[in-house]
């Protein structure tokens, strides 16, 4: 075995047979921002046999307070490659495998399968559930984290069976208008802090030490606090329709204007855009109140056909209202490809 | 009784404000208590609706109903990496 692991060898909980389980393990992380700078050099350092990496972003000068690997020479490149060639660098040994995307749904399910372990390092609370609910299909364990401000959250879940807690179990209610770091503010060493974090739940999850799963990990890091909360599985949460619950699944194309007679429409656009036309029959409700306040604006005994401009603001809606129960849709090509095939 | 709410993140302007409820209030009755009966502005109701809510050792769901008087945790969402 490498020298370079010695010391952690002697570790009790690692040993040699913990560091082969180590060096065998493939992990996927979504996402090459300030986490991921944290928690990919301590995987490399402790010899994680195999990391792929996704991300379709560049470095921006506003990175480099916190994306701590990146270089002010490298700035307009992909994060994944610069990334990869600093972590090759940094042991040799690892397989690093970069590519340049976002997660998907197209490619989600095939990467996911292909590894150990998944690990969110991104910053949009889509691609966190889309993480969730791939890994729910797989029984795949992943660590989600988010650091913000002075505020970091993590948890690990382990998916071991269907019954287990995921993140729609901790919070049904999906943030519409997230803040980022670019408009909240985040400091690069609180985002080190929950990516070191991150990285012990990571490390201990390959290693088979579950004792650490499904609680939430609460940072306030302006007061120095950690506090973790027990998730219970949500009998409501659904995780059998969460299988086949992709925003694919619930997208509605009428094929005649005729159709549309089946649903009751919602319009979820700004009340400017309703006032300049709409479909007909479709009623204006604000996505906020249609959240916040389903059983006001759904009628039991029709499904919902919810539409916005294009469609991505429909699918959110539409993934915060199915897991509630409520039969909605979400109309493909939203608004805009409406007008076009009526001319 | 009464509810004291104890907020992290944005949702830290509620720690220590408080709420009287019946016995029974459930944690969805509760959210919408607190966007109509305490003085907090357009911001506060979105984070408030948006929260996960917490006993001080888990996590509760809407459904789940309050029996005591007791400190609520206010969790809201974190969506930076």
Not at chain 1, 83 to 100: D, W
Request: negative net charge; contains cysteine; hydrophobic residues 40%.
């Amino acid at each position: 075995m490498d020298k370079r692991y010695a010391a952690q060898i002697r570790l009790p909980e690692i040993g040699i047979s913990g560091q082969q389980r180590l060096s065998e393990s493939h992990v996927l992380c979504v996402g090459a921002g300030g986490l991921a700078a944290s928690v990919l050099p301590a995987l490399v350092a402790a010899g994680v046999g195999k990391i792929t990496l996704i991300d379709k972003d560049v470095i921006s000068a506003s990175n480099l307070n916190r994306q701590t690997l990146f270089l002010p020479t490298e700035l307009g490149l992909p994060k994944v490659t610069q990334l990869a060639t600093r972590l090759a660098a940094q042991n040799p040994s690892i397989a690093i495998n970069p590519i340049i995307d976002n997660l998907t749904l197209e490619n989600a399910y095939a990467l996911s399968n292909n590894h150990d372990l998944i690990l969110d390092c991104c910053d949009d609370y889509q691609t966190k559930l889309l993480i969730n609910d791939t890994c729910v299909n797989f029984k795949k364990p992943w660590i989600y984290a988010s650091a913000l401000g002075w505020d970091g959250q993590v948890a690990m879940f382990s998916n071991s069976s269907l019954d287990t807690p995921c993140l729609r179990c901790y919070s049904s209610r999906i943030p519409i208008n997230s803040l980022s770091c670019n408009n909240s503010g985040v400091l690069g060493a609180s985002v080190n802090i929950v990516g070191s974090f991150q990285a012990t739940l990571a490390l201990q999850t390959l290693l088979q030490h579950y004792e650490n799963k499904d609680k939430m990990y609460i940072f306030d890091l302006w007061s120095l606090q950690v506090q973790e909360f027990i998730i219970p599985y949500n009998n409501n949460c659904k995780h059998e329709q969460l299988i086949n619950a992709n925003y694919k699944n619930y997208q509605y194309t009428p094929l005649t204007t005729n159709e549309l007679d089946n649903f009751h429409i919602i319009d979820i656009r700004t009340l400017t855009e309703w006032e300049n036309g709409h479909l007909p029959a479709a009623q204006h409700v604000n996505i906020g109140s249609l959240i916040s306040n389903p059983e006001q604006y759904l009628v039991p005994s029709k499904p919902t056909l919810i539409y916005c401009n294009q469609q991505q603001l429909s699918k959110l809606a539409v993934d915060n209202l199915r897991p509630l129960g409520f039969n909605v849709w979400w109309l493909s090509g939203g608004y805009n490809a409406y007008k076009e095939k009526q001319g | 009784m009464k509810i004291e709410l104890r907020g992290f993140g944005s949702a830290r302007a509620f720690s220590g404000k408080n709420i009287d409820v019946p016995v029974q209030t459930s944690i969805g009755e509760l959210r919408h208590m607190i966007t109509t009966q305490l003085e907090i502005d357009e911001s506060l109701k979105t984070i408030i609706n948006t929260c996960a809510f917490a006993s001080t050792r888990q996590v509760l769901n809407d459904e789940y109903r309050l029996e005591e008087p007791q400190v609520l945790n206010l969790l809201p969402p974190v969506c930076g990496g």
